[in-house]
């Protein structure tokens, strides 16, 4: 097709003259010069859209086939009642989002890992020792001393570490609850007259942080909670001997009635709340039988329309690693691998790992094993990079205090952020590249390259992020590592996918040479963060 058919062809269809959009270069056909039209205008075509300042269409991983919705109701399931995309605009902020700080707060806290002077654990600990509810509240209880402004500091440390949302503890497996509930005075009301719940909201809505809720559905406490539905469930061996004794029979609707009164409490005093957390199920004890959950699930929509939730109030407790990243939408919306990222991620799911900043989730005064800022952003990129979600748990001593260690890596991790923020932030898993990448709406890709040597020995990997598999093939998801755990010195080369011909180290905006379509990335050489990000674009 020579010059004059295109023009003619052009001013038939309306669309703009050559001087009105760019051409890359001219090449001949059949031995006459024909003019190539520029990579923008070509999408533009295709899309449609020929405007000169239409946007580029957004990646297809932005709109990735969409469930089939709603779905209807059965006996164990409340119907969905959304569709797709109504779906998809409530979810849109948590893909966005990427970094969610956990914080374990409670009775636990004041115990700081000991029972009676010797170690015990942490959040478990009315479990471990076999405790009764009123042996431990006695222990417990004196040593619960939230100071004021806790919050405050819990949520402007969320803000230093960048992330986007939080989600903190109202009620765990001891059963003491954090705010003020007129169904129990086993709460923080009743103890030391304070709503840390009502506290923690208003601080996170001050910074323009999204706020979610933990909440068990197991419970210690209760004396109507009945263990034996699942007897492989976790309970306090002294707690079952002590009901046995006062001849307190079980009656498990009784407590359905109380738990589903709490959550409307939480639902309706502290709205809105963007997501809850449910802990945990297992056996027999999950969903109608376990926790009535369609209709608390129900309720909990009907108050909240855009809340968020996970899957725990089915059968699955984060430590399934055969579960495959299956979801039924009517169990939750997303998946909560504990501990570890999934080696494939969950395509087509939506996950996020919960992980800890030091090896226990709630305080415990022997845990000094602190995560660096540099391990936790490689987590952070590997789940980036495998298109889910980190949810990274702080615990907070008796006064609400962050151990220093911890919250110095949370900083550490914000200031990489501030750097390379763009890279994670509202973007989604780009799979395309040998190295490990994510892509934004504008079609920008970025690459994650692994430190630099003068940083320190890496942490290993977790499980499976050497080879992953996409579509059946066999690809490299994080960078192979040299035995001292970097990248060796000759360097990393990267290869750009077509159309792209711009590449730029963030922080600096450092340009660096494209050659032939690849880019040869020495860390040594210009890296000044834990993690070194190179956009790519077009």
């Known amino acids: 097709m020579n010059i ?7 001013a038939a269809l309306g669309l703009p003259a050559f001087s009105q959009q760019g051409a890359t270069k001219i090449v001949t056909e059949d031995g006459r010069p024909a003019l190539a039209l520029d990579e923008a205008f070509a999408a533009r075509l295709r899309s449609g859209n020929t405007a000169p300042d239409a946007p580029a269409p957004v990646p297809a991983v932005f709109s990735a086939p969409a469930p089939v919705l709603p779905l209807p109701a059965d006996a164990n399931h409340a119907a969905v009642k959304e569709t797709a995309e109504e779906r998809n605009r409530r979810m849109e902020w948590w893909r966005d989002a990427k970094f ?3 914080i374990h707060y409670g009775l636990y806290s004041g115990l700081a890992g000991e029972w009676k002077g010797k170690p015990g654990g942490s959040e478990w600990i009315q479990k471990n020792v076999e405790a009764d509810t009123d042996s431990y509240a006695a222990e417990a209880l004196p040593l619960f001393k939230p100071r004021e402004g806790l919050t405050e500091e819990w949520a402007q ?4 570490a960048g992330c986007r949302y939080v989600v903190l503890t109202s009620k765990h497996h001891e059963g003491f609850g954090l705010f003020d509930s007129a169904q129990t005075d086993y709460d923080a009301k009743s103890a030391i007259n304070r709503d840390i719940i009502r506290e923690y909201v208003d601080s996170c809505r001050k910074r323009g942080l999204k706020a979610g809720l933990y909440h068990s559905v197991i419970d210690w406490h209760h004396p109507s909670y009945d263990n034996t539905i699942c007897p492989d ?3 306090p061996a002294g707690q079952a001997e002590m009901l046995k004794k006062k001849n307190i029979l079980r009656d498990h609707a009784a407590y359905q009635k109380y738990l589903h009164a709490q959550v409307r409490e939480l639902m309706t005093r502290y709205a809105p709340i963007d997501i809850m957390w449910w802990d945990y199920s297992q056996g027999a004890m999950e969903g109608a039988k376990g926790w009535k959950a369609p209709e608390l699930m129900d309720m909990v929509r009907s108050i909240n329309p855009g809340v968020i939730m996970n899957n725990r109030l089915y059968a699955y407790s984060g430590l399934n690693r055969d579960q495959a990243g299956t979801l039924d939408l009517r169990c939750g919306d997303y998946i909560t691998p504990e501990r570890f990222i999934p080696r494939r991620g969950y395509p087509g799911v939506d996950w996020e790992s919960c992980m800890t900043v030091s090896d226990k989730w709630g305080y415990n ?9 540099e391990t936790v952003i490689e987590k952070l990129v590997e789940c980036v990079t495998k298109g889910g979600n980190l949810l990274l748990n702080v615990n907070p001593m008796a006064d609400g205090t962050i151990p220093e260690k911890v919250a110095a890596t949370m900083r550490g991790v914000g200031q990489w952020l501030k750097i390379n923020g763009e890279a994670v932030y509202g973007t989604r898993a780009f799979t395309e590249l040998d190295q490990p990448a994510s892509i934004n709406r504008n079609g920008d890709i970025f ?14 990997p977790s499980e499976g992020t050497m080879k992953e598999l996409t579509e059946g093939a066999e690809y490299a998801r994080m960078q192979p590592l040299d035995s001292t755990g970097y990248e060796e010195d000759e360097g990393t080369t990267i290869t750009l996918p077509t159309g792209y011909s711009r590449a730029v180290l963030l922080g600096d905006n450092t340009a660096l040479p494209v050659v032939n379509g690849t880019v040869l990335f020495k860390a040594h050489e210009h890296s000044k963060t834990p993690c070194s990000v190179i956009k790519l674009s077009k």
């Open 4 to 10: 004059a058919t295109i023009a003619a062809l052009a």
């Open 447 to 460: 690459v994650f390259l692994t430190p630099p040597p003068d940083k320190g020995p890496a942490q290993p």
């Open 233 to 235: 469930l976790c309970y």
């Open 365 to 373: 005064r022997y845990d000094t094993n602190v995560k660096s800022p």
């Open 100 to 102: 969610g700080m956990f």
């Open 157 to 160: 440390l969320a803000q230093d």
